[in-house]
């Protein structure tokens, strides 16, 4: 009996292996390793969330869990997209400020890019 071909596979990028450190990612026929230092959003989430990744297209990463967008171009060298934070305040901060009723989500929001983009940092 002969099996029939394989079909395409489903996923192109694969995280193969973390550490404390970091995490390394296989895409096309290459390995590319992802430091917490560099990329520290990803530093303090769940196996589940980081194996949760897709790839919209060649260059472009996505992890839906998580809501980040990544060049993989800024995964090959980080240092062409440096770490950026600032500091934004909260509309709910800003209210009590003006004499307003403090809540929970009162604070600073720090909005990091590196070839990244968090669909939730840029809502108003």
Do not use: C
């Amino acid at each position: 009996m002969k099996s029939a071909l394989r079909g395409k596979p489903t996923s192109n990028v694969e995280v193969t292996n973390v550490s404390s450190h970091g995490f390394w990612l296989f895409l096309d026929d290459r390995e590319l390793f992802v430091a917490f230092k560099q990329f520290p959003w990803f530093r303090e989430v769940s196996i589940r969330e980081l194996l949760n990744i897709q790839r919209p297209r060649p260059h472009h990463l996505y992890w839906p869990n998580l809501d980040v967008d990544l060049a993989v171009e800024s995964i090959e060298d980080p240092e062409k997209y440096p770490l950026v934070s600032r500091v934004r305040p909260h509309k709910r901060t800003q209210s009590r400020a003006k004499g307003g009723v403090p809540s929970r989500a009162a604070g600073a929001r720090a909005a990091d890019t590196r070839g990244a983009r968090s669909r939730g940092s840029l809502r108003r």
